[in-house]
C-alpha cells in the first residue's frame, strides 16, 4: 500500500553498555515489520554497528539492499559510531573507534566476533554440520532414524547431544512443543 510507518529496529549492539548484548547480537534476526494498514509482513534492512572494548571490536554492516550512496552510508556509519564513542569515557577511547571494520553481511560479522572467542571457521563448519544433523533428524521418520543415525554414528558426540539438549530447551522456552 506504500503508506509510511515507524518501526522499531534495534541497530547498536554494544557491549560495553549491556553486557548481554553480545548474545543478543549472535542470536539477532533480521526484524520483520507488520504494516498497520495493509498488514503486509516484510524483512527490514537496517544498518547494525557492533562494540566490544575489550576485543576493540567496531564492526559495522550496512545492507547492500538499502542503496544508500557513499556519503549517505559514511554520514549513518559516522551517526552510529559516535553513539558508541559518545557513551563512553573519555579515558576508554580508543585509536579502533575511528576505523570500524565494514562487514559485507551480517554473518561476516558474526564470524569476526567468533574468530574473536578463538572459535574457528573449522569449528563453525563442525556447528553447522550438527544443526544439520539435528534437522534432518527432526524431519525423518520413525522408520529413518536407525539408518540416519548409523550413517552418523562418528558424528553422535557429546557435542552433538548437547547441541541437541539446547535446541530442546531453547524449542520448549519459546512454546515450540512440536520441535
Known sequence: C????SAQVQQVFDVNQDPAAKNS??????????????GYNGALATPLIYHDPEKELLLVHVPLELGMRQGDQERTIG???N???????????????LTPRMSLSYQ?????ILNADGITPEMINAQRERIELIERLMHASDAELPAIAKEN????????????????ESAAGEGQQQV
Open 108 to 112: 561476516g560479522m558474526v564470524d569476526t
Open 25 to 38: 547480537f549472535l542470536r539477532w534476526r533480521p526484524p520483520v515489520a507488520r504494516c498497520p494498514r495493509c
Open 2 to 5: 506504500r503508506q509510511p510507518f
Open 153 to 168: 554414528d562418528g558424528k553422535l558426540d557429546a557435542s552433538f547431544f548437547q547441541m541437541l539438549s539446547a535446541s530442546i
Open 79 to 81: 551517526a552510529l559510531t
Open 83 to 97: 553513539r558508541i564513542i559518545n557513551a563512553l569515557p573519555p579515558e576508554r577511547r580508543k585509536g579502533y573507534l
